[in-house]
């Protein structure tokens, strides 16, 4: 178990570099250790299975993500990440009507989901598209979350990693958040969002830190990452994009950022693959067309 723990630790700093097939290997490893261990290690290959599958999504690697997040969802029913990374790959796949079950289940267990919340109006928007207002009809069951789950999944843990780990089936490590903690963190993002305006990255950098203490806000990683971007501190705007890419794993915003990152740290390679996703996303965006022509002749 300890050799294992050793290899996912290992894995979860290669997943915070962007490095996504370093990290994939070291948990395939992690798991080939804890290939016997049986039942005592169940939740523990649950985080793992979920952690490579976040690298799988971010490769595009749908399919092999989906068969991860269900081997994960099948030793810890109803875990919050592989749910949603599911759902994000049966999207990118464009099986809507399975991505909106997923997210579905994913508010029954934590209804302050944002993710989820803007995953069931997209997939609500393209099922309606394709099928006609009788687009309920075509959808599999969506399962009923126990309340043993929901507990435990909202429940936050003394051992549950803050904002800046990487992905796994872990309950929310935030205290329970209060309308007046998250309208304080949108203060704060605003006061940010000003600094920058004036071209005062470094005092920007701090509201948002604060922001991000009160409430993870995909926009506010981004917006966080811009500055870092401007300051040279490439590693860091590659940790938050990857950040708000966990939160929201279509945002434009932090593909976009994160590979001018990897550019100027010269990760060519996962810099050209943050601009293929986002291509996927948006295929015409002018912006990542020439940065592609920039790193294609790097």
């Known amino acids: 178990m300890e ?5 996912r630790s290992a894995g979860n700093d290669e997943f915070r570099r962007g490095q996504y097939g370093a990290a994939k290997e070291l948990y395939s490893r992690a798991l080939a250790v804890l290939e016997d261990a049986g039942e005592a290690a169940a939740e523990e290959r649950s985080v793992l299975l979920a952690n490579r599958a976040a690298c799988e999504l971010r490769d595009g690697a749908c399919r092999d993500c989906i068969a991860d997040c269900c081997g994960a969802l099948s030793l ?13 790959a049966y999207e990118a796949l464009e099986s809507f009507a399975l991505a909106y079950v997923d997210y579905k289940t994913a508010l029954q267990v934590d209804c302050s989901i944002q993710a989820a919340h803007d995953g069931v109006n997209r997939m609500t928007k393209a099922l309606l598209e394709k099928h006609g207002t009788n687009w309920r009809e075509k959808l599999p069951p969506i399962p009923t979350v126990p309340i043993d789950a ?5 429940v936050p843990s003394a051992g549950a990693p803050t904002g800046a780990a990487p992905p796994g089936n872990t309950p929310r490590g935030d205290p329970a958040q209060t309308a007046a903690g998250i309208e304080r963190a949108r203060t704060l993002k605003e006061e940010g969002n000003e600094l920058v305006k004036k071209g005062n990255h470094k005092k920007a950098i701090e509201k948002y830190s604060e922001s991000l203490k009160l409430n993870q ?3 506010t990683y981004t917006n966080r990452a811009l500055c870092y971007l401007t300051l040279k501190q490439h590693k860091e705007a590659v940790q938050d994009c990857t950040e708000a890419l966990r939160l929201d794993p279509k945002n434009v915003k932090a593909f976009y950022r994160r590979a001018q990152a990897l550019k100027e740290l010269k990760d060519y390679k996962s810099s050209i693959a943050d601009i293929n996703s986002l291509l996927k996303i948006e295929p015409k965006n002018t912006a990542a067309l020439r940065l592609l022509q920039e790193l294609n002749r790097a």
């Open 3 to 7: 050799a294992a723990a050793e290899l």
């Open 150 to 154: 929901q507990r435990r999944w909202n």
């Open 217 to 219: 806000e995909c926009a």
């Open 76 to 88: 810890t029913p109803f875990a919050i990440k592989p749910l949603l990374r599911r759902a994000a």
